[in-house]
């Protein structure tokens, strides 16, 4: 493995970590609410898979800092332009469709970037990897699942499903960037090349979308892009104001 410093390493481990906090706390959003029984359960246990992955890259994160950070602290104690995740997973709940919508499109790049990372010079990030691989091939049944349900079910599903699609394939491209960062610890082989990850993930999305009766994306919009250098909105500052509300109101309290 060649020279890896401390600092691009944490900043890798961020942007995975934060992808899962955010997400996890989005479906967190759901429970109690779900249309059915059996999907209250089984979001709620995705969020659960979706934090505990956040805690462990986040710990490991914060000791590679300077000076050190934990992961409660990471995750409370830092403002929104100090949050790494891709726009896609912040996005609001919306309706059920627009849901199933981002994890779909998220899960789909997740399996195959777990994959990947087992095949890292950071033996870590190889464990990791193994387990996020078997936890998305989960994920992305799931997804998969309610997208196929919710494309080929009523009239109006079918609509609310293809409104989603259409919505949030803007924010599919930034999961796909590689800056300098990246490509320094590609170089090293410790990171992923995301590029090797878009094929697959498109032909999952083309094979899903057409057994659904969905339309592909004309591909027209542009790409929304900025989260993983900070540059979010009110749309994650709406979303850590409550997460983190708890935890600034009551600094060092443990339980």
Same mark, same amino acid.
């Given at each position: 493995m060649a020279d890896t410093s401390p600092a691009d390493l944490a900043g890798y481990l961020l942007r995975l970590g934060d992808d899962r906090l955010v997400l996890g706390h989005r479906l967190s959003e759901w429970v109690g609410h779900a249309p059915i029984l059996e999907?209250? $359960?089984a979001i709620g246990n995705l969020a659960l898979d979706f *934090? @505990?992955?956040a805690s462990l890259l986040l710990e490991r994160a914060g000791a590679l800092l300077d000076p050190p950070r934990t992961a409660d602290e990471l +995750?409370? #104690?830092r403002d929104v332009t100090g949050f790494r995740s891709a726009l896609l997973v912040e996005q609001p709940n919306g309706d059920f469709a627009a849901t199933i919508a981002r994890q779909f499109f998220f899960d789909a790049f997740d399996a195959h970037l777990g994959v990947a990372l087992e095949r890292s010079s950071d033996r870590p990030l190889v464990a #990791?990897? +193994?387990r996020a691989a078997k936890e998305a091939a989960y994920h992305l049944r799931h997804s998969r699942e309610w997208t $196929? =349900? $919710?494309g @080929?079910?009523? @009239?109006e599903s079918h609509r609310r499903m293809q409104t989603a699609i259409d919505d *949030?394939?803007?924010f599919t491209g930034e999961l796909f960037e590689a800056d300098d960062l990246v490509r320094r610890l590609v170089h090293a082989g410790v990171a992923v090349d995301p590029e090797i990850v878009r094929a697959p993930w498109r032909d999952e999305v083309v094979d899903t979308l057409r057994q659904a009766g969905l339309r592909m994306p004309n591909g027209e919009q542009p790409? =929304? =892009?900025g989260g993983r250098v900070g540059g979010h909105g009110e749309t994650l500052g709406r979303l850590l104001s409550e997460m983190q509300s708890v935890a600034r109101a009551h600094p060092g309290a443990s339980w």
């Open positions: 999907e209250e $359960l *934090l @505990d992955q +995750a409370f #104690f #990791f990897g +193994a $196929l =349900r $919710l @080929d079910g009523t @009239d *949030l394939w803007m790409m =929304r =892009r």
